[in-house]
């Protein structure tokens, strides 16, 4: 007899997307994270998993795109009828009226579900992102700071976040009303308190600043979803929380162990990301730990020789590979090098560019017999893995230290990367030696 589902979710971009399927199987849920709506006979192969999601882009798409692509998809994940279906966003919560507009997103999924009120919940402590009054705090580097004073996140390229009270910043991307339950108010009484001023449809936030708000949260969560509001958003904070709900209820038993993969002898990263925690990542690789570097000129890429770009970047890396070194290619190092206001200038640009670092990634994966890859960035990420003919996830190694971006396991038809192991890296996620240490197979890093 077939478990029922647990959860199903959607993930607005491919690195949050492994960011939930990690927290998942790292406690026992087994977990599957599909590149589009599966066949039936994808679906079946994994029939034994608890949780199933479907990798998206809505984080880096318009709220008419959402309109057109969002409700078929809900509509799926909800004849799933898993006891809870996750929206998934990023913790960082960086989003705006026109791109990535998380508000638009849960009206199009209240709607689907059939449900007045969804909950929310942004704050994950394993990630080092916190809710108090509302406020989203995140980590940087050994400090926390106000999200609006984040030196990343408050001078992201597309959708820099200047507003730190979260119900304020959701409030300008719809008009549903948003309540806030509060540090002080995460009891059955204060919830429903909170949920009786919303006449009608609405959100509600729950704050997360610790283990013991987290606890609580992860109750009201899985109240709330027993009293019919199972359609919910937020960030992997969502499934930190309820994990521990289910352990309390007997529904999930604790920490899996994965054994180390070992070592790859070599592995190629693609990096589309202008974060400086990535430009650190790759100077320490191509200092240290011995990854040849290849720059690429974004411009160039999306030019009109960008296939002859292409080409020339293939055979640089393939000489670093075939003489068993690993090897990184980036177009950009850190904030000072982005060149975003010119690829905005002709619009699909950023897409596309994913779509190509993707396409360089396969050639070498084909042509080389790799392994184990890297593609770092979030929106990156999302148009990249696209080009592997992949059709599934499973996490091979999660990461404990920097939860969000394991080693995955890629399935599909496609005999080259059927089996590949695969991270994807957001921007910020990860320490120094990331790379080093995906390509070392370690669970923990030194760098």
């Known amino acids: 007899m077939v478990a029922p589902l647990l ?11 492994t960011d939930v399927m990690e927290a998942l199987a790292s406690r026992g849920v087994e977990t599957v994270l599909f590149l589009r709506i599966p066949d039936d006979a994808l679906l079946q192969r994994f029939a034994h998993c608890r949780a199933i999601g479907l990798a998206g882009t809505s984080r880096s798409e318009t709220p008419g795109w959402m309109d057109d692509e969002l409700k078929p998809v809900f509509e799926w994940l909800e004849a799933r009828k898993a006891a809870i279906c996750h929206y998934k966003v990023c913790s960082t919560f960086d989003s705006a009226p026109t791109v990535g507009n998380i508000g638009r997103a849960i009206e199009i999924g209240l709607d689907v579900f059939r449900q007045n009120i969804a909950p929310l919940v942004v704050g994950a402590p394993q990630l080092r992102r ?124 604790g920490v899996r162990a994965f054994p180390s993969p070992g070592r ?71 904030p000072e090098a982005d060149r975003g206001g010119e690829i905005d200038r002709v619009a699909g640009s950023r897409h596309r560019l994913g779509q190509m670092l993707g396409r360089i990634l396969l050639r070498l994966i084909e ?55 695969i991270a994807l890296k957001g921007g910020q996620v990860g320490r120094d030696g990331y790379f080093a240490q995906i390509r070392d197979g370690h669970a923990t890093s030194t760098g």
């Not at 199903?8 to 491919?14: P, R, V």
């Not at 592997?388 to 599909?412: F, M, R, W």
């Open 264 to 334: 790859a002898d070599r592995i190629a990263v693609v990096s589309g990301s202008v974060s400086p925690t990535t430009e650190r990542q790759i100077r320490q690789a191509t200092g240290a730990d011995g990854f040849d570097g290849v720059p690429l000129d974004p411009l160039e890429l999306l030019g009109e020789n960008g296939e002859h770009v292409m080409s020339r970047a293939v055979e640089a890396a393939e000489a670093s590979l075939a003489a068993g070194r690993s090897v990184i290619l980036h177009t950009a190092l850190g």
């Open 130 to 253: 916190y809710t108090a009054f509302g406020h989203l705090f995140a980590g940087y580097q050994k400090d926390i700071f106000r999200i609006d004073r984040h030196p990343v996140m408050s001078r992201h390229p597309v959708t820099p976040m200047n507003e730190a009270d979260l119900t304020l910043h959701l409030g300008r991307q719809t008009a549903l009303p948003i309540a806030l339950a509060d540090l002080t108010a995460l009891t059955d009484v204060g919830v429903d308190a909170r949920v009786a001023t919303m006449a009608g449809k609405g959100i509600l936030m729950l704050d997360v600043d610790g283990p013991e708000t987290q606890k609580a949260a992860g109750a009201q969560l899985l109240r709330l979803a027993q009293r019919g509001s199972r359609f919910m958003a937020g960030s992997s904070g969502i499934e930190y929380a309820l994990l521990q709900a289910w352990q309390a209820e007997g529904l999930v038993e």
């Open 367 to 421: 042509t080389q017999g790799l392994g184990r890859a890297v593609i770092a960035g979030g929106d990156t990420s999302s148009h990249a893995l696209g080009a592997l003919k992949v059709d599934a996830l499973t996490t091979l190694l999660p990461l404990p230290e920097t939860p969000g971006s394991p080693l995955c396991t890629a399935h599909g038809l496609h005999a080259p990367t059927n089996g590949l192991q």
């Open 7 to 17: 959860l199903s979710y959607y993930g607005d971009d491919f690195t949050g997307s």
